[in-house]
């Protein structure tokens, strides 16, 4: 898409921002996350045919942003060429995971089907707390042995916070920020979304 394309939706409000979730099913156990407790057999995935026509009428109504989530959106069996029709149709995907499930071949089919930004949840400053909030041991040692990989497939790594937690227990979180994620940049850093305190 042209820069002229975007001010010409700019009259119309856009572009667009849209985080769509494909699925409820998750395969970590995170206390603060009611999708932990689903069992495998209340898993949903979105329809592949139904999902088509979304994607397609966002694009037709100006939407040019997709987050993709869940759930954990690696678990969902269309996830490649729902990507790829998304990019097809002029939408820039992001995709939201807790990283467990990245491998080499996952990363670059991420990256074949056009995502631009693989934003991986961090909500611990350290590797063992943000283990135990998960559920998955091992979980922080995996993400940091994925991130050459998602930087070698030419994937922007986001980290997020999505844990109220953290941020409430820590007065300057950004400068708290666990040296286990330290492959990402201070520029990416600083663009962590967090729970305000309440
Ligand atoms: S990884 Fe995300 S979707 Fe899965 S249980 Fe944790 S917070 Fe919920």
Request: hydrophobic share 45%.
């Amino acid at each position: 898409m042209k820069l002229k394309d975007y001010l010409g939706l700019l009259a119309e409000g856009g572009p667009g921002f849209v985080q769509l979730a494909l699925t409820n099913a998750c395969n970590a156990h995170c206390s603060f996350c009611s999708f932990s407790r689903l069992d495998s057999s209340q898993w949903l995935m979105a329809p592949w045919e139904r999902l088509q026509q979304g994607l397609a009428a966002l694009a037709a109504g100006g939407v040019r942003f997709l987050v993709v989530t869940g759930g954990e959106p690696l678990l969902y069996p269309h996830l490649h060429p729902a990507l790829a029709l998304a990019r097809r149709l002029g939408l820039v995907t992001l995709l939201c995971t807790n990283g467990w499930l990245l491998t080499a071949e996952k990363i670059n089919l991420l990256a074949e089907a056009g995502v631009s930004h693989l934003i991986i949840s961090i909500d611990a400053a350290t590797a063992e707390a943000h283990d135990t909030h998960r559920g998955l041991p091992g979980l922080a040692a995996h993400i940091r042995r994925q991130l050459p990989l998602v930087k070698a497939a030419g994937l922007v790594p986001l980290p997020r916070s999505p844990s109220a937690a953290w941020c409430r227990t820590s007065s300057a979180w950004e400068d708290s920020w666990p040296s286990w994620a330290s492959p990402w940049s201070p520029f990416l850093i600083r663009s962590v979304s967090c729970t305000p305190a309440i």
